[in-house]
């Protein structure tokens, strides 16, 4: 990101996010290569159903869209299913996000929102990730990974 001045012992990849056009399916196929105890939620402010699987220190998230004109459905029938975005962990998320915008960074989100398991998320452009849609995640205490 421009401006990172940030040491990287401060970062951590949270998770992995894939967008799928059938949760149960994709699921079961996760499940098969063996990871076990997917959270499902349904995330009715983003449009979408969501399960987690804990993946090492990460999660793997399997995001599918619950309305047809949602923006994560526009990005499925553009794009197909498969890679979604990264999540970034961070300890203090809106200082980050005070951080960045200073710094010049493009984010999608100015103040942290909700997301699955409680987390504080919020999430930066593409434009300023190279391409890559990024999520930044609160990990202090009793939150995140």
Do not use: N
């Not at 992995?16 to 349904?42: H, K, N, P």
């Not at 009715?44 to 399997?62: D, I, N």
């Not at 998320?93 to 103040?111: F, K, M, N, Q, T």
């Amino acid at each position: 990101m421009a401006g990172a001045d940030v040491p990287t012992s401060t970062r951590s990849l949270h998770h992995v996010a894939l967008v799928v056009s059938d949760l149960d399916a994709a699921v079961a196929g996760y499940e098969a290569l063996g990871f076990a105890g997917a959270e499902r939620f349904d995330v009715s402010e983003q449009a979408v159903e969501v399960a987690t699987f804990k993946a090492g220190s990460g999660w793997l998230e399997l995001i599918r869209p619950t309305d047809p004109g949602g923006p994560i459905a526009r990005y499925l029938a553009k794009r197909g299913e498969g890679f979604h975005h990264l999540a970034y962990g961070v300890p203090d998320l809106p200082s980050e996000l005070e951080r960045l915008e200073r710094a010049g960074v493009r984010l999608i989100d100015r103040v942290p929102r909700c997301g699955v398991h409680g987390w504080s998320i919020a999430f930066v452009h593409p434009e300023s990730c190279g391409g890559v849609l990024t999520e930044l995640v609160e990990t202090s205490e009793g939150q995140g990974a």
